[in-house]
């Protein structure tokens, strides 16, 4: 920078200086021509002047002549001569002179000059005449007259011509005079021009040294500065500087570099040989390092060196060649750092190195291992996915999706089949509008935010709605369904249809009930009576106490048989009573069940009317007689004294199978026990309607039925059953009259174990009844003749 | 002491009898009898009796329908009602309680332990 700086200020200064004296030498010519030019127009003024003094000094002598030559004549006195004589001597001097003033003057003035040199030469020789007429004494006065006449005329034409050529000079002497002081002006101002300018650029050059003086200053303050910084860098820095001479010996070390060669103080080390502490087998390398550094070539190399006091240390040196002003190499800069920290850490991180890679290798391994599994895994997924789609799809339970608004993103479609809507019907649809009643709304909804905001699963029971109005009570698993980033995106709930269980398990409950209530009844009366005399209370001898034990044994047989009868229900129901089925013949079981009741009939007065058949059909005949006498025992009980009760057996013909179809909601239903319009056409019968849409059934064979049946029936004149009762009287327990089991001896189990065997045997069971007229029970069994046979 | 007069109500026949021994027997109580629900709310109301034993399942009209009515009439309002039942469970029996009978005996029943219950719930020395 101060070599720059120098360069600049010296290149300035010589331009300044250049300039400077092209200026003066400008200013000098200038004046030098113009003094030059004024010397030439004193000169040549004074050339005019002395040239007007000539003629005007000629025209004086020739006047002083011609007075001599007039005083000569006139006195003939010769010392009037003299001024005569002088004059000639004097003009011809004059003329002379005048003669080479002229020549350098223009043509037509020496034109002019010649014509007055003739004229005065020609006035002389007149003079001359006159004077030589005097002298010869020859006074011819008209001779002197026309000689002074004629002189005269060349007097008066002297004088004009010399004050013509007077007025001529003295024009121009005054022309040349202006000219002189436009001139001397002129010089003047380009004098005082040059003087102000040379004044100027000496200021400027002042000014500039000033600076550049002031600024070398500052640049030399700075380098010092800058230099003492960069040594206390150096010095401070630590890693170690050093130079070295072009032979390799130590110059210079900083501190640093002082203590990597754990020398004391710089003379132990000065002039030394750098590659002195180096390892011998890295010396050949740092001396061909530094030896290329000192040829320009800059270089890096990692060596070992042992210290002063014997330490070994792996160093890093940097060696580049050190060069002075005029870019000469002059030593070699080497700057070494300690990385004796850094090759233990890269033997160490080699040999983690090391133990990394095989690492890798045995996790590649696994990897590889994990991405077969993986694979398998992914193809396991697909499956998996695969079967819960179908599964959802065909599972036999609802599954229903709801988006964070409770909008229906999904049902399988056993929700649809459920509840009778389409999927485009059910798709984005409100679940709680559509499908919940609304006592249910409020809750289910605020069930469904908790479930939203507090992530907890839910069960529950809701009735939901279907296209038809009806309710099915369905059993909820609510779960969450989130998306990837595990937000919160809806639910997913499953739900199992438990209206027919809900229904059965009330109605368990009801039969529970009822059984308790039936068993504790008697149990009541024989508890009581038997503590009645055993405590003394009654006495058995007694009125009284025989009729406590009456009382107590009818109970006792009450029981019994309402022991029986429910484990023989359960039995059939639960199917652990086998059916003997064998071929058989209707009109034998008509005759047995009839001769089996014909005591108790006879007893209450009432006749049995048969009408058999010898129909053929597979079954388990005691059974079938069971139910025949528990359905005649009914009308008996139930017929007043003298009444018929008819006990009929015929064919007939349907082309179901089942004989009578079970739809979904009358699974878990009592099975109907009457034949509507509809059945009836279905089984082959033709009948007339009654008000309640039943018909009274009569067989009529047709041949495209392909099933027959044989149909049983018992017709009595009885107080008949309520319509509202004709359902349920095959059901445990149900009673027309609760009493009548007591009063009657039933046990109100005997039309549900009779439902229960014709069930069994494929058939089926109901009553049709006209209240104050009579009932009439009938049931189907399938005859032996299979499809399209004939009886 | 004026005897104590008891209606028993309920459709079965022998439970109906052995209640009216043993009460008769153990107590000395004068004992009135109706066989269904219906017929114990018209000999209430006629016999005004002290106490009302009522069975719970009766076919026709149960005992709580009964006692219903019972309270539904100002002729037999006041009469203390005590409900008998085969439902042993404490549930069951608190419904009853709930329905503001005097009190529930259960079935089956020994003659002075249902006299001792009967006397403990009505109070009767």
Redesign the interface.
Known sequence: MKRAIESNIATSRWGLALLYLLILICVSWVSYHSTVTLLERVNLERHTRAEIAGLQEILFEITDAETGRRGYVITGQEQFLRPYNRATSTIEKQLKQLQQRFSNDALNEQRQFNELKSMVIQRLSLLEQSINLKKQHESDDDIQIALNAQGKALQEQIRALITEIQNKKGQELRLKAEQSTVQATRTIAVILAGFCLSLTIFLWVYYLLSRQIIQRQQAEAALAKSEKRLRTIIEAEPECVEVLALDGTIQEMNAAGLAMMEANDLQQVIGQPACSLVTPEHRDSFTALTQQAAVGNPGILQFELVGLRGTRRWLETHAVPLRNEQNEITGVLSITRDITAQKQAEVVLKKAKDELEIRVADRTGELVQANHQLQQIAATLLEAERRWRSLLENVRLVVVGLDRNGKLEYVNPFFLELVGYTKTEVEGQDWFKTFLPPHQRSRLQNSFLELLEQEFYTHEQSIILTKSGSERLIAWNNTLLKNLQGDVIGTLSIGEDITERHAIERMKDEFVSVVSHELRTPLTSIHGALNLLSSGLVEAQSDKGRRVIEIAAENAERLVRLVNDILELERLEAGKISLSKQSCNATELLIKATDLMQVMANHAGITLSVSPQAIQLEADPDRIIQVLTNLLGNAIKFSSRGSTVWLTVERVYTHLSPPYPVSHEQKAKPLLCSVDVACQQDIGFTGTPTENGKALVEPRPRSECLNSFVLFAVKDQGRGIPADKIESIFERFHQVDASDSRKKGGTGLGLAICRSIVQQHGGRIWAESTLGEGSCFYFTLPTELGIGGNP | MTTKRILVID?????R???Q??LE??AGWEVLTA?SGSEGLAKAESEQPDAILLDV????MDGPTTFRQLQANAATVHIPTILLT??AKISEQQQFINLGVTGVVT??????E?VDQIREILNWK
Not at chain 2, 11 to 15: M, P, R
Not at chain 2, 57 to 60: A, E, G, I, L, V
Not at chain 2, 107 to 112: E, I, L, S
């Open positions: 459709d079965d026949d022998g439970v009898e052995i209640a021994f043993c027997a153990a066989a399942m009766m076919p026709d085969a439902k079935k089956p029943f020994k003659a002075q249902l």
